[in-house]
């Protein structure tokens, strides 16, 4: 995998730390699929810059705190995944939260389409203050 793909996939976390949506838009393709736990609140399938700025928004109305801190981005061949941790403070409770996620990213000639994420969703809930 092209060191150039795993800094695309930096920069959309670094922008998503800044929620920075418009810059996340720049580095996936335009029908960029986005699939999150449907037990979480901002979980489900989201498609394009539509659907990751109604991520965004509903993440935070529910959370302070970024998204996700990568840690490792693995080459796997037609995939790249990143493994890190989830974590935050759910505004209605304040309870904060910490769980590891694994990243599975599709590339569509160089660019991200695809992102499939998956967390322990129960540390999530329990501090939004929802049964798991």
Do not use: K
């Not at 800094?7 to 986005?34: C, G, K, M, P």
């Not at 810059?49 to 109604?54: K, T």
């Amino acid at each position: 995998m092209p060191e150039m793909e795993i800094q695309a996939l930096r920069r959309i976390y670094e922008a998503l730390s800044r929620w920075d949506i418009d810059e996340f838009a720049n580095d996936v393709t335009h029908d960029f699929e986005f699939i999150l736990p449907e037990t979480v609140p901002w979980g489900g399938t989201r498609h394009g810059h539509d659907g990751v700025a109604a991520f965004a928004t509903i993440f935070r109305d529910h959370v302070e705190g970024q998204w996700a801190d990568a840690d490792d981005f693995i080459d796997a061949g037609e995939l790249i995944v990143v493994l890190g941790r989830l974590r935050g403070r759910a505004r209605a409770s304040g309870e904060e939260f910490e769980t590891h996620f694994v990243h599975i990213w599709t590339l569509s000639e160089g660019m991200p389409s695809r992102c499939r994420s998956y967390f322990d969703t129960a540390p999530v809930m329990a501090a939004l203050g929802s049964p798991s």
